[in-house]
């Protein structure tokens, strides 16, 4: 069992890495790695609190854009530099292998299963993802 300290880390390292992958700035690859860390660390505390991991997946999904958000305004950048890094964590890409495998192994159940799983958690990232783009545009425009 890793300790949450290993995961924000590793979290971390992930966010900053696909950073450096995607050509994200280098002035902004520490700041993409917080938004993944943060992201994560949400994450894992709610469902250590037993909440459902879709659910889990779309509040982190949600607070990820709003700490890109934050960091794309007191940085000045585009948020998708922060959005794109900061997300990557919470992809959910074992499960997906997972599924895979399991097809080729003639489990269809168990594939179909995590399949699901994984296109559930897909779409609650990009729900979140959405869902907060659309309320700072409504703040936004209640402001003016």
Do not use: H
């Not at 895979?100 to 609650?124: K, P, Y």
């Amino acid at each position: 069992m890793t300790t949450i300290l290993e995961q924000l880390a590793t979290s971390f390292v992930a966010s900053a890495a696909f950073g450096l992958i995607f050509n994200v700035p280098k002035r902004a690859l520490v700041q993409c790695g917080v938004v993944g860390m943060l992201g994560w660390a949400l994450y894992v505390a709610l469902t250590q609190q037993a909440v459902n991991v879709t659910a889990a997946a779309l509040i982190a999904a949600g607070c990820v854009a709003v700490f890109s958000q934050i960091m794309a305004k007191l940085y000045r950048m585009p948020i998708i530099v922060f959005n794109v890094s900061g997300i990557i964590p919470l992809v959910p890409g074992g499960l997906a292998y997972n599924a895979m495998r399991s097809a080729v192994e003639n489990e269809f159940d168990a594939a179909l299963r995590l399949g699901m799983q994984a296109f559930l958690i897909s779409g609650a990232i990009a729900m979140g993802l959405v869902l907060s783009e659309v309320v700072n545009r409504a703040i936004r425009r209640s402001r003016l």
